[in-house]
């Protein structure tokens, strides 16, 4: 077993890509141990890729590129705008509640933080907000875009923990709506403190109507691709290929006449191929991680973490505690996909042992991976928004930490009443 | 070294170039086959297998065409600390491991291929073999991108 951990901890180190690290480690595992078992190296490999429910995830990331492409986040600022802009610090909290109605569109972080942090960090530099601040607070309210649905890594750890999408979607909700209030109001307490610039907008019938019509398109969206798996309506792979279908058609309407050449041309062919890579890193690590987890279940680990955590007799909330703080530590060095595949099959025998529901132990996983997506070295937003600002990581990370103390007090909340995560999706039983 | 650039350019096309097209055909099939069901209450036969064998195929290639970019998750860290000399020597090392965990793969499957791509697919009645014979081929583009880029890593004046 020792050998297991420390190839796979030598091979992450020398910068082997995470896949081909876990595929290695196996690898020696076996040489070493199991030579007769080589043989099932590519048949576990293959049954990684085999996994009709992971059809969902190359179609939900293409729905949140095809939305991300339609010109929606002007929309979506502008609406946001409507809702919080005259109050103090108004781009700050745009800002926030923008990356909201993000996240239940693109259901990625990374996505979010580039479309939202190219329009607004420029815009709030030259209203006056320090540019640390703006970076900060647009990577650090990116994170709600994996929280809330449709979220990409929920559809990952659904599969894995074999639960359904549709509660852990709903599983989600209020702690990505905690986040993003927890966020709203330290925004309101620094610009308040800092004497932030309040925006001009008309409350006018006609200015409203306006702003809600032009963003409708956009925002009806989330409601029928996650309500119609959480109505047990559609799969979550048929949702997420209405969702490609609607997402398609808004970029018809948006878009224009004017805009169809280079939507067929340009706009789809890159999706497309954006969608399959991206998908495609994530598949190659589920694949490997196969061979992974088949040794952790052959070395019967999982087991003996949770006769482990069983006998130290801790209650639920300090064993949870206690598993936040490795989830904040691995988010910190491992991205978000890896760190599920690696951290569900560990710890979520060990959690239902206890009593534990999977779908409280989920929206802790992603919750808490979300804090490593934007804390360095290896966080997803934080190097995203390195690159749109121009501003260093560690710039970046103290810019948005007093905003990740709402993940984190979101994260402890969750973790101490179960309520929080497990009320919504006990209405839909 | 220009040429071998060249070669691995047009390569990377024409598999994007394929990947779009399985792609595509695969979203084409699964939005078919819900307005069917809801629509119409009908379905096409092997519709789901033909998808699972589309995502199959996009997944495994799409993996070693990611090699090519060098875009995987990786922790980079660590090898961003090292002096360009070391960097440039564990890079090398680390697309060579790749290379023989991907040769381990081809080794094992053609023994795993022969005993079980017999067995046909449950609707469709399509062999096996068909299905995981994406293994060895995937195995090897991501081989041909590891030997490239080691090549490349070994001449980086004349690239």
Not at chain 1, 106 to 114: I, K, L, P, Q, R
Request: with cysteine; charged share 10%; proline share 5%.
């Amino acid at each position: 077993m020792a050998i297991l951990l420390i190839s796979l901890i030598i091979f992450l180190i020398l910068g082997i890509p995470v896949a081909y690290s876990l595929g290695l480690s196996a690898l020696s595992y076996f040489f070493i141990y199991y030579p007769d078992l080589l043989i099932i190296l590519p048949q576990r490999f293959f049954s990684g890729l085999n996994m009709y429910a992971l059809i969902a995830l190359p179609l939900f990331i293409l729905m949140g590129l095809l939305m991300n492409k339609t010109k929606i986040t002007a929309r979506l600022i502008d609406f946001s705008l409507l809702i919080v802009g005259r109050f103090r610090g108004g781009l700050g909290l745009v800002n926030v509640i923008a990356s909201m109605i993000f996240g239940g569109i693109s259901g990625s972080s990374a996505s979010d933080t580039a479309s939202i942090g190219a329009v607004l960090i420029p815009e709030m530099e030259k209203r006056g907000y320090p540019k640390q601040f703006a970076a900060g607070i647009t990577v650090a309210s990116s994170t709600m875009g994996m929280i809330i649905p449709p979220s990409i890594p929920m559809v990952l750890y659904a599969i894995i923990a074999e639960e359904s999408v549709g509660k852990l979607f709903l599983g989600g909700l209020i702690p990505g709506v905690m986040i993003g209030v927890f966020q709203l109001a330290i925004v309101m307490l620094i610009s308040i403190k800092n004497n932030y610039p309040k925006e001009e907008v008309s409350l006018s019938f006609k200015n409203i109507f306006f702003q809600v019509r032009s963003s409708s398109l956009a925002l009806i969206m989330p409601i029928f691709v996650v309500g119609s798996v959480v109505f047990g309506i559609a799969t979550a792979t048929e949702s997420a290929a209405i969702g490609v279908f609607y997402a398609f058609c808004v970029g018809l309407i948006f878009l224009g006449i004017s805009g169809f050449k280079k939507y067929f041309s340009k706009t789809i062919p890159d999706c497309l191929n954006s969608a399959i890579l991206t998908s495609a890193k994530i598949m190659i690590v589920i694949a490997l991680s196969k061979l992974y987890i088949w040794i952790l279940a052959l070395e019967r680990i999982p087991q003996t973490i949770a006769g482990f955590m069983v006998t130290l007799n801790l209650p639920p909330v300090m064993m949870l505690l206690f598993i936040v703080a490795i989830i904040l530590i691995s988010g910190t060095f491992i991205d978000v996909s890896p760190a599920i595949l690696l951290l569900t099959p560990v710890f979520l025998p060990a959690c239902i042992a206890v009593g534990i529901s999977p779908i409280q132990f989920g929206a802790i996983l992603i919750t808490g991976l979300a804090v490593g997506a934007v804390t360095p070295p290896v966080g997803t937003c934080i190097n995203v928004g390195s690159a749109i600002s121009g501003l260093g990581i560690g710039t970046i990370f103290r810019g948005a930490a007093p905003f990740l103390a709402a993940n984190i007090l979101t994260l402890i909340l969750i973790s101490v009443f179960p309520q929080l995560t497990l009320w919504i999706p006990s209405l839909f039983q | 070294m220009k040429g071998l650039k060249r070669i691995e350019l047009v390569f990377t096309q024409l598999l994007e170039y394929i990947l779009r097209l399985l792609f595509l055909g695969l979203i084409i099939l699964v939005i078919v086959l819900v307005f069917l069901r809801y629509g119409f209450n009908t379905t096409i036969v092997g519709g789901n297998e033909l998808i699972v064998i589309l995502f199959i195929y996009t997944s495994a290639i799409g993996a070693a065409v990611i090699i090519g970019k060098k875009e995987h998750i990786t922790i980079t860290y660590f090898i961003e600390k090292m002096s360009p000399q070391i960097n440039r020597f564990v890079h090398i090392l680390n697309f060579l491991l790749v290379a023989i965990l991907n040769a381990a793969l081809i080794k094992y499957s053609f023994p795993w291929i022969s005993k079980t791509g017999g067995y046909s697919t449950a609707t469709l009645g399509i062999p096996q073999l068909y299905l995981q014979i994406i293994v060895p081929i995937s195995c090897s583009i991501a081989i041909f991108y590891c030997l490239v880029q080691i090549l490349l890593l070994l001449n980086p004046e004349k690239t």
